[in-house]
């Protein structure tokens, strides 16, 4: 479980680093999932679901660009350790360390 865990974890922290490469990218609808939603890995469901409870301030079931900057806004303070407006290597591996710990 703790290893499910950290996974969900370490998924959920990769792909809000990896959206900020999106966020000037054109809005489009996104495809229908094959076989619908039921078709998805459990894993994914579990990463998305947590994605939602930690962005969906205001619980309706949809993320608003405020709602998304502002959760950003907050990750980028906890990473940016010594306040200097950049987040190095060194801090997020310090983070991530840290995270590790705390699941164990």
């Known amino acids: 479980m703790a ?3 950290k996974m969900v974890i370490i998924a959920a922290f ?6 900020c490469a999106f966020a000037q990218a054109q809005q489009q609808s996104p495809p229908p999932p094959r076989g ?3 078709a998805a890995d459990p894993r994914m469901e579990q990463a998305i679901d947590m994605m939602f409870r930690e962005m ?3 619980h309706d079931g949809r993320i608003s660009k405020k709602e ?5 806004e ?3 303070k906890r990473l ?5 407006g950049f987040i190095t290597k060194d801090e997020v591996r310090a983070d991530m360390k840290e995270r590790m710990r705390n699941m164990e």
């Open 3 to 5: 290893q499910l865990k």
């Open 14 to 19: 990769l792909m809000v680093c990896g959206s």
């Open 36 to 38: 619908g939603e039921q």
């Open 56 to 58: 969906d301030t205001d």
């Open 68 to 72: 998304w900057d502002a959760f950003h």
């Open 74 to 76: 907050k990750q980028f």
């Open 80 to 84: 940016d350790k010594n306040g200097d």
